[in-house]
């Protein structure tokens, strides 16, 4: 079926302000996307994903100016021993960056792996992407792979004594950073991934994670402070047997923020849990969107959306379970909602099973509303201030989101955060 002229006119005008990067094996992958984005076209307004959260700015030729914010406030993850590795614009910064070895890991850059004849992540670099686009397009991730100037892969074989850290710096106000990251985890390996960083003034970001048999890999990301920052994130993850994948963001400030995770349980009793707790102030709008396919039985999924907004503040989730007839026994759990702290905000909400097995366990529900008054009441007589107040039940309103971390530690960080983030903003 051939594009509407608007949508021709939009990805040609977006792919004239782009040049596909000259390596060596990705070159078949991203002309495959290539071929790909022309077949499903740039976002549109009217299409059914992107109803909820405009995406004009995110395919626009160039990015919208966005100006640099300093949080002065120690880097987010500092206090943890990890294997930093920096990027600046979307441009790798050895300087700020530790040597990439770590004991249980091989870790390569996209930009020089690329010329070598042979390498692991050929084999992942761009498939996961690709099956992640059925049954519903996901064509800013096809621009990535197509078009992303650098990235990581990283195939772990073992169990690092420590996590790799992916810190996104932003330097430019017109930046427009594509970086592509490729995760295989071997057999019985595991890994913590963080990120974090506000990236570029626009940022569109893939992972792709192949997690083996036994494996297990952890994800938190902080996504900030930036108040104009833009940013489209996609990953995509597919499970073995037996595997785990845990994800959770944070996401504070910005003008646009879209999450994308697409889930393929691929094995028998594999486990996903994807979270997010967002605090949204004037002008945020933040869109978290999952789709986890249960493509074996036995499996277990979990999304937990949290989202506090106020001042005009939007923040939309878009969660679906999918159920093969295959995957009997399945246990998929889904809640979003969102704390609206006056009546200018909104949240928008698309929860959806799609079941075809007949023995699950599966649930979904959506809520919004207030601070509640009773709770508020009992704290102001207290002595608390009504500021005070509003800041506990919120942290306390975020909790079940956080604690899908595994860390304790890290969970505790976002905490401390979030606490301090709101008191700032109360002060």
């Keep these: 079926m051939a594009l509407p002229q608007p949508k021709i006119d939009t990805l040609e005008a977006r792919l004239g302000a782009l040049t596909m990067p000259a390596d060596g094996w990705p070159r078949a992958a991203r002309e495959a996307a290539l071929e790909r984005l022309r077949a499903m076209g740039l976002p549109g307004a009217r299409d059914e994903y992107w109803k909820f959260t405009r995406p004009d700015t995110l395919t626009a030729p160039e990015a919208p100016e966005a100006a640099l ?40 850059r996209l930009e020089e792996a690329g010329a070598a ?26 621009l990535n792979t197509a078009y992303a100037t650098d990235g990581v892969l990283i195939r772990v074989t073992a169990t690092p004594s420590k996590p790799v850290s992916l810190i996104y ?4 106000t017109t930046s427009d950073a594509y970086l592509h990251h490729c995760i295989k985890v071997e057999t019985g390996a595991s890994l913590t991934l963080l990120e974090n960083g506000p990236a570029a003034a626009r940022f569109n970001n893939v992972i792709e994670a192949d997690i083996a048999d036994g494996a297990t890999l952890h994800h938190v990301r902080a996504q900030g402070r930036d108040h104009e920052r833009r940013a489209a994130t996609h990953i995509f993850a597919r499970l073995g047997e037996a595997s785990v994948f845990k994800s959770f963001s944070v996401t504070v400030n910005g003008v646009m923020t879209r999450n994308e995770t697409v889930v393929e349980m691929a094995g028998e009793r594999g486990v996903a849990h994807i979270a997010g707790a967002s605090v949204g102030d004037r002008g945020f709008h933040g869109d978290d969107t999952v789709f986890i396919t249960h493509a074996a039985p036995d499996c277990e999924s979990r999304q937990v959306f949290k989202k506090v907004l106020r001042n005009g503040a939007t923040g ?3 969660g679906k ?75 306390s309103f975020l909790a079940e989101a956080v604690e899908e971390i595994e860390d304790e530690d890290l969970a505790g960080d976002i905490t401390a955060r979030l606490e301090g983030w709101l008191a700032r903003r109360r002060g």
Excluded: N
Aim: aromatic letters at 8%.
């Design 69 to 108: 914010f300093d949080a002065g406030e120690p880097p987010m993850f500092d206090a943890f021993d990890r294997l930093k590795i920096v990027f600046t614009d979307g441009v790798f910064d050895p300087a700020a960056s530790d040597d990439l070895a770590l004991e249980g890991i091989e870790i390569a």
């Design 117 to 142: 004849d042979l390498h692991w992540a050929r084999e992942v670099y761009g498939t996961l992407e690709a099956r992640g686009h059925a049954p519903v397009p996901r064509p800013l991730a096809a």
């Design 169 to 172: 710096r932003h330097a430019s």
């Design 316 to 318: 939309v989730f878009q």
């Design 321 to 395: 379970i999918l159920v093969p007839s295959v995957a009997q026994r399945t246990d998929g759990y889904q809640i979003s909602q969102s704390l609206l702290l006056d009546d200018d905000s909104q949240f928008l909400a698309k929860p959806e099973l799609e079941i075809y097995a007949d023995d699950v366990a599966c649930s979904h529900g959506s809520t919004s509303g207030a601070i509640d008054e009773d709770s508020l009441f009992y704290l102001r007589a207290r002595g608390v201030t009504k500021d005070e107040a509003t800041d506990i039940l919120t942290l």
